[in-house]
Nanobody, 117 residues
Framework: QVQLVESGGGLVQAGGSLRVSCTAS????????MGWYRQAPGKQRELVAI???????NYADSVKGRFTLSRDTAKSTVYLEMGSLKPEDTAVYYC???????????WGQGTQVTVSS
């Protein structure tokens, strides 16, 4: 099993920056991909950014150039630096990881990010 604990998030004005972090614990050696999804009110959960076990990163088109995903392997932590934030970035941000071979997903509890106009 893998547990994901998020931190960060909060309220920020449009154009501002924010960082969210996610630390994995438990059987971390089974983790394949790790990253962030978000879900805005009334919308489906969507991928924000993800890093593969090999270090390749993928970003949603809507955040490219504004958000940066990074990983500290020693701390089993991924960070999402969010810049030039827009009101449409307002959502609950969920940390995500999946298991090698089976791709079983693991989710954090979610952290609210609110961008005011």
């Amino acid at each position: 099993q893998v547990q994901l604990v998020e931190s960060g998030g909060g309220l920020v004005q449009a154009g501002g920056s924010l960082r969210v972090s996610c630390t994995a614990s438990g059987n971390i050696f089974i983790i394949n991909n790790m990253g962030w999804y978000r879900q805005a009110p009334g919308k489906q959960r969507e991928l924000v950014a993800i890093i593969t076990r090999g270090g390749n990163m993928n970003y949603a088109d809507s955040v490219k150039g504004r958000f940066t995903l990074s990983r500290d392997t020693a701390k089993s932590t991924v960070y999402l630096e969010m810049g030039s934030l827009k009101p449409e970035d307002t959502a609950v941000y969920y940390c995500y990881a999946d298991r090698i071979v089976t791709a079983i997903p693991y989710w954090g509890q979610g952290t609210q990010v609110t961008v005011s106009s």
